[in-house]
């Protein structure tokens, strides 16, 4: 059974199309990758598998239900996505506490570890409203795997990192699919998913315009970056722009 199955979902904004017939699915342990230039439809995707917005036809099944999700199941999901809402005068450790609070699930040192993980720690009861944009980002980070799920959902979780915070992704990526999470990661860093990523799913304008593994879909990861850039084009065009 897959972790996550999209079959036929279409999505339109009044009347402009956003998604089109979009399949696709992610087996336990598989880091994927989402490509796609501005615009290609990858948050609306992403907001789609988590429920966040509901599809106009097609059906996405998690943990081998249809959507919508019983509120269990939702505690197997984590994301990340767009620029999340955090209470300025909350700390870091007080909003993990807040999410693990209302999921019912104990502590157990499950902050303090999530917090490290993300580098975090010193700054853990620091005032959200001093935290910096990658800060803000490495906090939204540790929400989302802060239940252990089986499904982690990152959208361009290298925004406003460091290089450190780079690592720190692609370490945390890893760890999770070893773990048997399945991981789907959008990022305009085509290097950083060329390394991470088992397989890539591509977007433009809002259609899935290939799918596979890099080896699969004829790029030779021995190519280097710049390689992959000219192969990424090949695949998606100009994305529809004059
Ligand atoms: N709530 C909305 N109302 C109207 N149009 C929307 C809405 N959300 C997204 N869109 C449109 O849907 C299209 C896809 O947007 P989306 O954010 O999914 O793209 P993306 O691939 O994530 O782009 P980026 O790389 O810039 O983040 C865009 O044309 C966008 O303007």
């Known amino acids: 059974m897959s972790v996550l199955s999209c079959h036929e979902v279409t999505k339109s904004f009044r009347k402009h199309s956003v998604l089109e017939g979009v399949h696709l699915s992610l087996e336990a342990g598989e880091i994927v990758g989402l490509l796609g230039l501005n615009g290609a439809g990858k948050t609306t995707l992403m907001r789609v598998i988590t429920g966040l917005s509901t599809p106009d036809s097609g059906e996405v099944r998690l943990f081998g239900e249809a959507l919508p999700m019983r509120p269990r199941q939702l505690d197997r999901l984590g994301a990340a996505l767009d620029a999340p809402a955090f209470h300025r005068w909350s700390s870091g450790r007080a909003m993990l506490r807040t999410l693990l609070d209302t999921a019912g699930l104990p502590d157990g040192g499950r902050i303090a570890r999530t917090l490290d993980r993300v580098g975090l720690t010193g700054a853990a009861d620091r005032r959200l409203g001093t935290y ?3 800060m803000r980002q490495r906090l939204a980070i540790a929400a989302a795997l802060l239940k252990q799920p089986d499904l982690l959902i990152l959208d361009e979780p290298t925004n406003g990192l460091d290089p450190e915070g780079l690592r720190m992704v692609r370490r945390i990526v890893a760890e999770e699919a070893a773990r048997g999470a399945a991981v789907l990661v959008s990022s ?20 899935v315009v290939a799918a ?4 699969a879909l004829g790029y030779d990861p021995e ?3 710049a390689a992959f ?3 990424f084009f090949g695949l998606v065009g100009n994305g529809g722009r004059q």
């Open 132 to 134: 910096s944009q990658g």
């Open 188 to 207: 305009h860093q085509l290097d950083e998913i060329q390394r991470i990523c088992d397989r890539v799913i591509m977007l433009a304008q809002g259609r």
């Open 212 to 215: 596979g593994t890099l080896d």
């Open 223 to 225: 190519s280097g970056p």
């Open 229 to 231: 850039e000219d192969w």
